[in-house]
């Protein structure tokens, strides 16, 4: 049976562990991040809409958020939108990646508008920054942070010193990033030529890549494809 290394933060990778049985695999989950609600405030503001490209972004937000459910909430991914909706908000735009939602966001919002932000610590720019350059405002709270492991897990550690894993899923090009530093620091870099790579997108692929490992690419950024060309591999 093919065995996976899963380095997602825990709750997920138990959840990703299920469906990778569900196709024929184990797995061992050493997470390389831990996700946690930072309380911080979120600004009175006038907003006219708000956004969130991550579940966690309104998970963490949690009932701070709640004066703002009555505003049009905007999501990055399915899964972000289930749990907006999970959290008793009503999801209008929702797009499978960032660059998908920019041109949805300026058809909806022609003159300048104010957007909430419920955003992590660590996160690519693409939407504030593409909202700013149109001339819109953006108020992100950084309602999350994922910090980096120490250490790779001993259960991983060991499968890893022996030869044991064959795949590896890499979700975020953070977390693939972190994974090739606690591998180096454990003295296993050389195990992972030997290992299939397969990653959300190329940007998750790039920091892999750069490391010389031959990476696999999902058709789409979404798990359900990742999990299929984690199948083929």
Known sequence: MTRALLLRATEDALRSAEKLQQIGFTSVVSPVLDIVATAAPIPQGAYDAVLATSAKGIECAGSRAEF???????AVGAKTAAAARANGWRPEIVAGT????LPQLFARYPAPAHFLYLAGRDRQATVEAGLSAAG????????YEARAAESLTEPARVALAAGEIDIALHYSRRSAEIFLRL???????????????VALSDDVAAPLRAAGLSVTCAEKPDEAHLLKAAALS
């Open 183 to 197: 591998v180096e620091a454990a003295g296993l870099t050389g195990r992972l030529g030997a290992m299939s790579h």
């Open 68 to 74: 703002y459910k009555a505003l049009p909430l905007h």
């Open 98 to 101: 960032a660059e998908a939602i």
């Open 136 to 143: 819109h405002c953006v108020t992100a709270v950084n309602v």
